[in-house]
C-alpha cells in the first residue's frame, strides 16, 4: 500500500527521487500515465486491472463509438509509458509531455493514495484541495459510492413498527 506526501525538487532533465518507502513496493519497472490533473504510477498488476475495467465498459466497438467510452480509453492509454528507477539515485524520468500535462516544472508532490501514486505540481495540488477537500466533499464523495446503510427493498415492512406522525 502507498500512503504518504513527500516533496521532491525535478532536475533538468525530468528526474526526481522516488521516495524509498515506494520504490521496492513498484517493482523494477511500472506505469506512468496521465490522472485527473495530476499523473498517476501504477504497478504493473495494477495497470493490469485498470486495464480489465476499463475493457468492461464495452466491447472494441463500443471503444470506437462511444465518445465516454473512447475518452477514457485515450485518457488512460495513450499517455501510458514504462518507467523505472535508475540504479543510482532512485530518480525517475518523466517525459516532457507528463510534465507539461501536469504542469510538473521545478518541484513535484509524490502521494501514496492506496494501490497507486499521484504525482502533483504542488501549485495544481494546493488548487485542487481547496477545491475538493472540504468535509462536506469528502462526505459526499463517501455518499456516492458506498452503499446505503437502512435503505429497505421493495416489499421490506416496518416490522410493525408504528410512525410518528399522519402515514
Not at 477537500?133 to 459510492?145: N, Q
Not at 437502512?150 to 408504528?162: C, F, I, K, L
Request: net charge negative; aromatic share 8%; charged share 20%.
Amino acid at each position: 500500500m502507498f500512503g504518504g506526501s513527500y516533496y521532491h525538487n525535478i532536475d533538468d532533465a525530468g528526474r526526481f527521487v522516488m521516495p524509498h518507502k515506494f520504490r521496492f513496493s513498484l517493482g523494477e519497472t511500472f506505469i506512468v500515465t496521465k490522472g485527473v490533473g495530476c499523473l498517476c504510477v501504477f504497478t504493473d498488476d495494477t495497470a493490469k486491472q485498470l486495464e480489465t475495467q476499463l475493457g468492461e465498459l464495452g466491447n472494441m466497438l463500443s471503444v470506437l463509438l462511444d465518445p465516454n467510452v473512447a475518452r477514457l480509453h485515450r485518457h488512460f492509454f495513450s499517455g501510458m509509458v514504462e518507467a523505472s528507477c535508475d540504479n543510482k539515485q532512485s530518480r525517475v524520468q518523466l517525459t516532457p509531455e507528463h510534465r507539461g500535462y501536469a504542469g510538473i516544472t521545478s518541484e513535484i508532490v509524490v502521494r501514496g493514495c492506496g494501490n497507486f501514486i499521484e504525482l502533483w505540481a504542488p501549485d495544481a495540488l494546493e488548487k485542487y484541495e481547496a477545491e475538493n477537500d472540504k468535509p462536506e466533499d469528502l462526505i459526499a464523495s463517501g455518499a456516492a459510492v458506498l452503499p446505503v446503510s437502512g435503505a429497505r427493498s421493495a416489499g421490506e415492512h416496518d416490522a410493525a413498527v408504528s410512525h410518528a406522525g399522519p402515514d
